[in-house]
C-alpha cells in the first residue's frame, strides 16, 4: 500500500494485523487445549478480513505484479519469533 500512496492505510493494515495475531495467540492460549481447527479458522478470519475490507477497498483494480522475496522475507522475521516460542514453551 506504501508503494502506492496509501500510507495511512498501510498503517492500519499494519496495526490490525499485529492486533489480530497478539489477539488470537491470546486467546488460543487462554484454552487449555486449542483445536487446530480454531486455528485455522482464526487464521482464515483474519486473512479474509484483511482481504475483504483493505485489499479491495485500497488498492487499484490494475497494480503491477511484484516479487515474493521481500514479503516473504518480511513474513518470515514476524513469524520465527512465534513458532521458536511455541516450540520453546512445549519443551518445558
Given at each position: 500500500m506504501r508503494d502506492v500512496g496509501r500510507w495511512r492505510e498501510a498503517w492500519q493494515v499494519l496495526i490490525f494485523?499485529?492486533?489480530y495475531t497478539l489477539l488470537a495467540v491470546l486467546t488460543l492460549n487462554a484454552?487449555?487445549?486449542p483445536s487446530?481447527?480454531?486455528t485455522y479458522g482464526l487464521n482464515f478470519a483474519g486473512g479474509g478480513f484483511l482481504t475483504e475490507f483493505f485489499f479491495k477497498k485500497y488498492m487499484p483494480q490494475q497494480f503491477q505484479t511484484k516479487k515474493i522475496w521481500k514479503p516473504?522475507?518480511?513474513s518470515l522475521l514476524i513469524t520465527i519469533p512465534f513458532f521458536l516460542a511455541a516450540i520453546y514453551s512445549m519443551n518445558e
Open positions: 494485523s499485529g492486533s484454552l487449555n487445549h487446530r481447527a480454531l516473504l522475507l518480511i
